[in-house]
């Protein structure tokens, strides 16, 4: 007679059955993750790079320019090409599998035992703690493997910045042609310049005295250090200093790079693809942002239907009587004018910024070829240089009156707070050919204008809350998380961008144009943007003016960003000490601003009595009701409006989540969304704005980006809250 | 069964088989252990000892009980203070306190595979850790003493030897 198992027992047995699955499982993965990272080509958990042939540069097509030569060979590698081979003849990793002999051949005997068992990534992390001196000396010169990894790029940049980029980086104009022709037909195809970078600052600092060049040997600071005012303000010969030193002009001496067969690494080969990469045609064709002749602009109009709108706007021929136009294409008018100046540089790669004079960066700028150059972008040149500042100033409010202080609409509200106060507003911008930023919304939800002045610019944008490919902004938009340089978003996510631009619907698609010196760009505030520096044959280099500002149309807004989002303020905090707002104070600073301006520009004179003085929203209602000068109404507008519907659409969170992806959307379509769904529930009552909004305060608003469901909720404690599928 | 000590740990397993068992605190310095745990089924039974078992086929037991030893004075004793460039000094005794100073004063094969196993664990402080140890025996060593020391070849050609030497800043 058969015995039945009693269930229990059953169970318990099966559940033994399934753990033993699941560790079998677990150690097969496991054995798989370890012979993943085993790779000795890739960091252990580096993206792989797309599919590329081995370079040919013998075939290549760039011809070596500046990058308007390289074509696109639209094949079956995803159409992109190098304009150069790697100078020290790395190839890709996938390469391996054509050769014989593999990592034995180079890698290998070039490590030795110990070393080889390290993967490319972590020798790097090894080298990034060597000094300059040991890494051009005896690492170099061990082995051939050594000689290539030692003069990776990116380390001699490193050593740069952390010897020198606190005092200024000293960077020589490039050596004449030779008269009798070039050596090899590969003066284009030198390696990184920042080794020979630090071979000519490391012979300054042996032949200077200490008096003369500050800081040369300064004691290394260990935390990040940071950008003082303080420099850009202490008075300096403006011509540079002739010394014993530096007369006659010295030039950047280049090293011979010596290609090495057999060497296979996407670490080392990644970062030259993304430098070199050529201009594909199409992504520099359509013009889908609007645009308009100067010409055509009135204030009214760029107020109603852009500003106000949020839409962004290209002037054609905007800044083409600006005086610096004209006097800026003169590249020693700049140097001159600038002369030891220094002025603040930085690279989403870099671990520390660097400064360098305008001439300096200039000449970096003619061999700058990293995945993502230093990129100067200094706040205070207005300070520093005020002949820059006069250069455009008054031209810019008399050519675009809608960018204009006086104006009576209310323009660059945060300049109530003074110049000392204010968050940081203007920038130079200068950057080398293929430099640019990759994409971000400005801060502080400010608008800002953006004037090319050498050197064409392309830009792409994407809406408020549409978050384009490749990025993944944090739900609460502290963090964001993408590819560094520009070069890997054009390799990695041109196709999804183009399937973008024929979303079904048109507010998420992306808008593109080209903007050419002359021209003026209208950025609107709440937009993702990317910037790509084209130039042109003969330039050095992209130079560029921003300002951000906050008007009548985002200051509603911009009060919101300031009182909700004090950890993303930007633009204040290391400028304490000056006087400056520190972030947690702006929002209050702020408000008390613009009452004193009310104070100022109201009709009726009087004193306004001591509690009134109080910077709340409640004082605020108020006092407009008893002053009415024409602050009183823009003030009075924008708080209406930011009661109605706070302006800016779309503060949108995007999170991918296991089920879809939330969006948080504005609050004029939630309240349709509400609206609707009210009238579903109730035949007898009908659903009115006002009283939804009543019962809403600061609420949350939820979709599912695939359509499917809605939840709608309101952090108050009135237990307000909805949903349905 | 008793539930709350078992509850508390996991087990690691060495390349050769052996287990170690570690409280999921301190193990969790890994992240390749954070995922690993964040993978699990939550309905894994208690009964007859369901300790989590994750095995390391890259590691040997002599390293991963060193790496235990470092992740346990993490959590338990202090943390180490974050290696940040620029390096105060060369001397790693200078940059991180003694007791993680000492630890990686090991032998060179011991101190590589450390360097391996606190990659494929994704221990980022002890990588770092090691790398620096790595970069000390490198730094202001010549070529010579840098083959010598780990056993390289120079595959130089005498020509290229030449360039080398011309092109040395």
């Not at chain 1, 005295?209 to 950008?227: D, V």
């Not at chain 2, 390289?152 to 005498?158: A, V």
Request: proline share 6%; hydrophobic share 35%; aromatic share 8%.
């Amino acid at each position: 007679m058969s015995e039945e198992r009693p269930p229990a027992r059953a169970d318990a047995d099966d559940r033994k059955r399934r753990r033993l699955l699941r560790r079998r499982r677990r150690f097969q993965e496991m054995e798989m993750e370890a012979s993943r990272r085993a790779y000795s080509g890739n960091g252990s958990g580096g993206a792989c790079l797309p599919p590329l042939p081995a370079n040919d540069d013998d075939d290549c097509d760039g011809g070596g320019d500046n990058g308007k030569g390289g074509v696109n060979d639209g094949g079956g590698n995803g159409g992109f090409r190098t304009l150069f081979g790697h100078p020290y003849g790395v190839l890709p990793y996938g390469n391996i599998h054509l050769s014989s002999g593999g990592d034995d051949v180079v890698r290998r005997p070039g490590l030795g035992p110990l070393l080889s068992a390290l993967n490319d990534e972590q020798l790097l992390c090894v080298l990034s703690y060597v000094d300059g001196k040991s890494l051009g000396g005896g690492v170099s010169l061990a082995s051939r493997f050594l000689y290539v990894m030692s003069h990776h790029d990116e380390l001699w940049r490193d050593v740069c910045l952390r010897k020198w980029g606190e005092g200024g980086i000293a960077v020589p104009p490039p050596p004449p042609p030779p008269p009798n022709g070039g050596r090899n037909g590969d003066d284009d195809n030198r390696g990184g310049c920042w080794r020979d970078i630090y071979a000519h600052n490391h012979a300054l600092e042996l032949t200077t005295s200490s008096s003369t060049t500050a800081t040369t040997t300064s004691p290394r600071r260990t935390s990040r250090s940071h950008y003082n005012d303080e420099d850009a303000r202490e008075t300096r010969p403006r011509r540079r200093t002739t010394s014993a030193n530096t007369t006659p002009r010295s030039f950047l001496r280049r090293h011979e790079p010596i290609r090495i067969a057999g060497i296979y690494s996407d670490v080392l080969f990644r970062s030259w693809l993304c430098r070199s990469f050529a201009f594909c045609p199409s992504w520099l064709e359509i013009t889908t942002v609007p645009t308009l002749n100067h010409a055509d602009v009135t204030i009214d109009l760029f107020l109603k239907e852009y500003e106000e709108r949020n839409v962004p706007l290209l002037i054609k021929g905007a800044s083409n009587n600006w005086a610096a136009m004209k006097k800026w294409k003169d590249v020693d008018y700049l140097r001159n004018v600038t002369g030891d100046v220094k002025f603040r540089a930085t690279s989403g790669a870099a671990p520390l910024p660097a400064k360098f004079t305008l001439d300096d960066y200039l000449n970096y700028c003619t061999y700058a070829t990293e995945e993502a150059p230093m990129y100067l972008f200094d706040r205070s040149f207005g300070v520093s240089c005020p002949e820059l500042l006069h250069d455009f100033d008054n031209d810019l409010s008399r050519t675009c009156g809608w960018w204009d202080r006086n104006s009576k609409h209310g323009h660059d509200l945060f300049g109530l707070l003074g110049d000392g106060r204010r968050p940081d507003y203007q920038w130079l911008i200068v950057g080398p050919v293929r430099s640019g930023s990759s994409f971000h919304i400005d801060p502080n939800c400010t608008h800002a204008w953006n004037a090319p002045i050498i050197g064409r610019k392309r830009w792409i944008f994407y809406p408020p809350g549409v978050a384009p490919p490749g990025v993944y902004p944090s739900p609460d938009g502290d963090d964001v998380c993408m590819p560094i340089s520009i070069g890997e978003w054009f390799l990695t996510h041109w196709d999804e961008h183009v399937r973008r631009r024929a979303h079904p619907d048109p507010s998420k698609r992306p808008l593109e144009c080209t903007a050419c010196p002359g021209d003026v760009l209208f950025v609107p505030h709440g937009w993702w943007h990317m910037v790509l520096n084209i130039g042109d044959v003969n330039d050095c280099a992209s130079i560029a003016l921003t300002r951000n500002y906050v008007s009548s149309s985002n200051l509603p807004d911009v009060l919101r960003f300031l009182d909700t989002k004090v950890g993303q303020i930007s633009g204040c905090r290391d400028r304490r000490g000056e006087g400056a707002v520190p972030p947690e104070d702006l929002g209050r600073e702020f408000r008390r601003a613009l009452m004193e301006a009310l104070e100022e520009k109201g009709d009726e004179g009087g004193e306004a009595d001591d509690d009134e003085k109080k910077c709340c929203d409640e004082g605020l209602d108020s006092r407009i009701q008893r002053r009415r000068g024409k602050w009183a109404a823009l003030l009075e507008k924008s708080e209406k409006r930011a009661k109605e519907g706070w302006g800016c659409d779309a503060w949108s969170d995007l999170s991918p989540t296991c089920s879809g992806i939330e969006a948080t959307c504005a609050l004029n379509e939630g309240i349709d969304m509400m609206m609707a769904v009210e009238n579903q529930r109730t035949t007898t009552t009908t659903p009115s704005r006002s009283s939804i909004l009543a019962r809403a305060k600061r609420p949350v608003f939820k979709t599912r980006a695939d359509g499917g469901g809605a939840v709608i909720s309101t952090p108050a404690s009135d237990g307000f809250s909805f949903s349905f599928l | 069964m008793d539930g709350d000590d078992v509850h508390g740990t996991l087990k690691l397993v060495s390349k050769e088989g052996d287990t170690f068992e570690v409280p999921i605190e301190i193990a969790k310095l890994s992240n390749l252990v954070v995922t690993t745990l964040g993978e699990e089924d939550i309905d894994e039974d208690d009964d007859d000892g369901g300790v989590v078992e994750i095995p390391l086929p890259n590691v040997k037991a002599t390293v991963l009980a060193k790496v235990i030893e470092y992740c346990t004075h993490y959590k338990m004793v202090e943390p180490m203070t974050p290696i940040t460039l620029p390096l105060k000094s060369n001397r790693i005794s200078e940059i991180v306190q003694d007791w993680y100073a000492r630890f990686v004063d090991v032998d060179q094969t011991m101190l590589f595979e450390l360097v391996t196993a606190a990659n494929f664990m994704d221990i980022k402080s002890l990588l770092d850790l090691t790398c620096l140890a790595v970069s000390v025996l490198i730094k202001g060593k010549s070529a010579e003493e840098i083959r010598r020391i780990f056993n390289i070849g120079n595959d130089f050609s005498p020509d290229e030897e030449v360039h080398l030497r011309e092109n040395q800043s």
